[in-house]
C-alpha cells in the first residue's frame, strides 16, 4: 500500500488487526459466521462456498451474491487458477465495504483475500479504504481478515506495511470477542 501513515495511525490499524490464515476448505469461513453472524455488532463481506460455489455474504444486508461461474460469459469475469469469478460481483462487495466507512461496528470482517487482491483486483480497492478508515479513526472497530495460506507475507507488504502478522487459528476466535 502507497498510503504513508504516522506511527500513531499504524498502531491504531496493528492493535485493531486480526488474520486468521488457512488453506482452502480449512474452515475458516465457517468459524466466521459461527462466531460473528449472530451478533449486531459485525459487518463486512464473507465468501462461503454454497452448493459447490463461492458466494460472497454482506452481512449488514444480509444479501448472497453469486461470485463463481463455471464458465465465462459476456460479462467481465476474472480468473485465478481453476476458479471464474462474475467481476461485477467483487464491484458490489467493495462498493458495499467502502459504503460502511466510517467504520461504526465492533468487528469488520473482509473474508477470502487470496491472489486476486495480491493483484490489484477483486477485494483490493476495500481493503485499502478499509484499513485506512482505521487508520484515521478512533472508533476501535476491529479488522478481522481471512487471507489464503502462504500470501501472508504478501498481504502484509502490500497493505500493512510489512508488519510481521501472527495469524489466529479458528480456535482463537472467542478470545477477541
Known sequence: MSVRYSEQQWQRVYANLYVISGGV??????AL???FIPSLSADGVLQPEING???????????LIELE????SAAPCLRTGNYI???DAFEAACNY????IPLTVRYFLI???????MSDTGLHRAISKVIDSVAHSETGTKLIFTVRGGL???FSKKYLNGYIIKPLNIEQLPDIM
Open 111 to 117: 473474508d477470502g483475500i487470496g491472489f486476486l487482491e
Open 25 to 30: 476448505n480449512s474452515g475458516k469461513t465457517t
Open 69 to 72: 461461474t463455471e464458465e465465462e
Open 85 to 87: 469469478f462474475h467481476e
Open 53 to 63: 460455489k463461492r458466494c460472497l455474504y454482506l452481512i449488514g444486508d444480509k444479501r
Open 33 to 35: 459466521f459461527r462466531h
Open 152 to 154: 501472508l507475507t504478501d
Open 97 to 100: 465495504l467502502t459504503s460502511k
